[in-house]
């Protein structure tokens, strides 16, 4: 709507409602899980997809936390995003699955090689798992959940070498959660970091 001469500012724009914020994040949460769950079920989906859809949630989550245990994160990854799926607002599910994801781009198998077949499949889940880490922040229940999510995601910054990214969230969540000590302690690593990089003498 245009508005008449000399009838004041413009107004600024409302800033975006939750609703419209967590529905965004369902959304895009929605999206990693359809990649996900067709990433998982290769190469003989139908029968994957069956077995998990059998189970319970209860059995799901006992698996996911047994494989998260013994560093199974292959497991981890499909346990938690057969939980993800049946409850895609939940959070601590959503964030869950993000760290399976990232965890399983770093991990290797007992002959020393990537659990991911690719590099191409490595790249992808780091993607996805970040942007699972910013659904839970959106989707977050309490303060808590939102700190978890903030830090893992700043955390995975930090280890595929976006130190900026990774100290501006640093900052985000200190804003908010000023008494949070290891943001506090992480930000400070980063910052001495940028300043004497590993293997560079410190200035005097």
Not at 116 to 144: N, V
Request: net charge positive; proline share 7%.
């Amino acid at each position: 709507m245009r508005r008449k001469p000399g009838s004041g500012p413009v107004p600024p724009p409302r800033p975006a409602r939750a609703p419209a914020r967590r529905n965004a994040a369902l959304a895009a949460a929605g999206l990693a899980l359809a990649l996900l769950i067709a990433w998982l079920a290769r190469p003989h989906p139908a029968q994957k997809l069956d077995a998990l859809a059998a189970l319970s949630s209860h059995v799901m989550a006992d698996s996911a936390r047994a494989a998260v245990a013994t560093h199974r994160w292959d497991r981890a990854l499909e346990w938690n995003a057969a939980l993800a799926a049946r409850e895609p607002r939940n959070s601590s599910l959503i964030l869950g699955l993000g760290a399976a994801c990232n965890n399983l781009t770093w991990s290797e198998n007992r002959i020393g090689r990537s659990e991911t077949r690719t590099a191409r499949d490595r790249i992808g889940l780091q993607m996805l798992a970040i942007a699972l880490m910013d659904s839970a922040a959106a989707l977050a229940r309490d303060e808590g959940e939102w700190v978890r999510a903030r830090e893992m995601k700043a955390e995975a910054y930090e280890n595929v070498g976006f130190p900026l990214d990774a100290l501006a969230l640093y900052s985000d969540l200190l804003r908010r959660s000023p008494e949070f000590t290891p943001a506090r302690t992480r930000a400070t690593w980063v910052m001495n970091h940028l300043r004497t990089p590993a293997g560079m003498p410190a200035s005097k």
